[in-house]
């Protein structure tokens, strides 16, 4: 069992990192090399209508998104 006070501390656990790492593995072993995730990175929030990065018929806004969370994303390519 893993306790956490925030969603901050269940997404920096190292057990959930993995387990989320080992599922990408399991279902992606059929993929191309190109077709596969390389990193990712939990999301200490959801995406709703309300926090602006949902439309209201529930698609991603991805310019929202990518403004919000550029260093982020620059992260990732980075390394």
Same mark, same amino acid.
Request: no cysteine.
């Given at each position: 069992?893993?306790?956490?006070?925030?969603?901050?501390?269940?997404?920096?656990?190292?057990? *959930?990192? &993995?387990?989320?790492?080992?599922?990408?593995?399991?279902?992606?072993?059929?993929?191309?090399?190109? &077709? #596969?995730?390389? &990193?990712?990175?939990?999301?200490? &929030?959801?995406?709703? *209508?309300?926090?602006?990065?949902?439309?209201?018929? %529930? #698609? *991603? =806004?991805?310019? #929202?998104?990518?403004? =919000?969370?550029?260093? %982020?994303?620059?992260?990732?390519?980075?390394?």
């Amino acid at each position: 069992m893993i306790s956490a006070q925030s969603n901050e501390e269940i997404i920096e656990n190292r057990k *959930v990192v &993995e387990l989320i790492q080992n599922e990408l593995d399991t279902r992606q072993q059929h993929f191309a090399h190109y &077709e #596969k995730i390389r &990193e990712f990175r939990s999301l200490p &929030e959801e995406f709703t *209508v309300e926090n602006g990065l949902l439309t209201p018929t %529930l #698609k *991603v =806004k991805r310019k #929202k998104v990518e403004e =919000k969370y550029a260093d %982020l994303i620059k992260e990732m390519y980075d390394g």
